[in-house]
């Protein structure tokens, strides 16, 4: 018998970073909520619970969005990428290591949204400009950086991307 006030709960399977989740959870949990304390993956922040911020920000099904936003039962069956799932083998990614590179975090509590911000931006922008960067980064609020450094890495991002695709291999160019 449940006990008053409690919700029954339902299952709901999730894709995230290629790996099949299933978890019994209330139909009011939030997806935010099913990665961090029902999946144990805590790259995605809680922030402001009111999609504002962009710390919980995730790809559901290759695009970006909030993922406080979302039930996760009404997202039966989605692909999930979170942080964790920008690296498939524990290194860097390319934009990760920009930031690093760049000095582009401080506290570090929105670095995930806005690495999985400017990857989707990146993709479909690569050759950005400043102006261009900070549009992109509108909706994910950084308090401690002043965004200088994460604009300047992800415009270096773009440019190594670049660098890459005129030379796959690597090598010198003359």
């Known amino acids: 018998m449940s006990q008053p006030g409690s919700l029954r709960k339902t299952d709901v399977t999730l894709t995230i970073n290629g790996k099949s989740y299933t978890r019994q959870v209330e139909p009011r949990r939030l997806l935010v909520d ?12 809680i922030g402001c619970e009111h999609g504002v911020c962009g710390a919980c920000t995730v790809r559901i099904d290759g695009r970006t969005a909030r993922s406080c ?10 692909e999930i990428e979170t942080l964790e799932g ?3 083998d524990g290194r860097l ?25 400017a990857e989707e931006f990146l993709s479909e922008n690569p050759g950005p400009s400043e102006q261009e960067i900070r549009a992109a980064l509108s909706n994910n609020l950084c308090r401690c950086t002043g965004y200088v ?5 992800i415009a270096n991002a773009a440019r190594d991307r670049d660098k890459t695709k005129a030379d796959p291999a690597g090598g010198s160019r003359p």
């Open 34 to 45: 099913f990665i961090r304390h029902d999946v144990g993956l805590k790259a995605t922040h």
């Open 69 to 78: 936003l979302h039930f996760a039962v009404a997202l039966q069956g989605a």
């Open 93 to 117: 990614a390319g934009l990760q290591k920009a930031f690093h590179d760049a000095h582009g975090l401080q506290c570090g509590y929105c670095t995930p949204g806005v690495l999985l911000t």
């Open 86 to 88: 920008l690296s498939a």
């Open 149 to 153: 450094n994460i604009v300047k890495a």
